[in-house]
């Protein structure tokens, strides 16, 4: 009998193995011929989406989190086994020096164009590279951002580490979530404006129509002021913010600077006096892992789709 089923079983198709697998990387396709076993993340952001898959055991540690004090509790916990390798932006001899063999960073989150550290100077040395989208507008054109952009990229970080239904049902979770939670919301008849301020006061520092902040923003019902700055994230004057008088002020909260000392400034500063957003108080705090990719993106658009609706 036991050799005839093994007969039997010989003849059954075994599944295709997931290896190697293909995914698209900005304007790269990269290909994984095995699940990396020593990742290295970069930021916090990019970091909660690691952790979201669970893949703490495949990673050698972090890089650029208390360097820019964006560390919280919530990862904190996630991390705490793991080393953090470099506070800010890592060098070449730092991945290379830890063994690793994947890089998960993006354009300004770890890389930057021409600098030290790219996909192209990481190659020889066996470290694969996964970019996250938000970021591909500092090397190609790209469509608006999307909340879809986030979701691409948990899926084909389940591709690369061979965790594809994981990140399918996570990712099925997250929309599933965010639209039982607007469906019963009270429509808005206009989109309210609003901006984001993240830094400076000479000048500000502010998201354009490629930066996570737009499509929390436009999921939550808004429009954001600055949706025409062809760019992902950058600084413009303030005369632009005080014309368009938003509604609606986003302060993203990390560094030196609170978000407290930050709506002091506008409050106190005369020149944004007969601003709605200011005359009105309405400020709404994202702290910096909900304001930029990752899976705090759910929580961020549930709290702005709230504070929109508020009387």
């Known amino acids: 009998m036991k050799l005839a089923l093994s007969a039997l079983l010989a003849l059954v198709p075994l599944p295709a193995l997931a290896f190697p697998v293909t995914v698209q990387s900005c304007n790269r396709e990269v290909t994984f011929d095995a699940a990396p076993k020593a990742a290295i993340s970069n930021d916090v952001n990019l970091t909660e989406m690691m952790l979201a898959l669970g893949l703490t055991d495949r990673m050698v540690g972090y890089t650029g989190i ?28 730092v991945l290379i020096g830890a063994g690793a063999d994947f890089f998960f960073a993006g354009w300004n989150y770890g890389m930057k164009v021409g600098g030290e550290v790219t996909p192209e100077t990481l190659e020889p040395y ?25 979701y691409n990229d948990l899926l084909n970080l389940g591709k690369i580490f ?33 901006f984001v301020y993240d830094s400076g006061e000479d000048a ?88 930029t990719p990752g899976p705090r993106n759910i ?7 709230e504070a929109l609706r508020a009387k």
Not at 80 to 86: D, N, R
Not at 134 to 148: A, F, G, L, Q
Not at 299 to 305: G, H, I, S
């Open 66 to 93: 208390s360097g820019w004090k964006t560390l919280d509790e919530g990862l904190r916990d996630g991390v705490a086994e793991l080393p953090e390798l470099s506070a800010k932006y890592p060098s070449k001899e």
């Open 126 to 150: 066996g470290i694969k590279v996964y970019e996250l989208t938000e970021s591909c507008i500092h090397i190609m054109p790209r469509d608006k951002i999307s909340m879809e952009d986030m």
């Open 162 to 194: 061979g965790v594809e239904d994981k990140a399918a049902a996570l990712v099925e979770g997250y929309r599933r979530d965010l639209a039982d939670y607007l469906a019963p919301l009270a429509p808005l008849g206009t989109a309210p404006r609003v």
């Open 204 to 291: 500000v520092f502010t998201a354009g129509r490629y930066a996570m902040p737009t499509a929390i923003i436009e999921a939550a019902g808004g429009v954001n002021i600055m949706d025409d700055l062809e760019k992902s994230w950058a600084e413009i004057g303030w005369e632009a913010v005080i014309e368009r008088n938003p509604e609606v002020v986003v302060i993203v909260n990390y560094g030196d600077v609170t978000a407290e000392q930050k709506i002091a400034f506008m409050k106190g500063n005369p020149a944004f006096a007969n601003m709605d957003a200011v005359k009105n108080d309405r400020f709404v705090v994202l702290e910096y892992v909900e304001a």
């Open 299 to 305: 929580a961020a658009v549930r709290k702005l789709a």
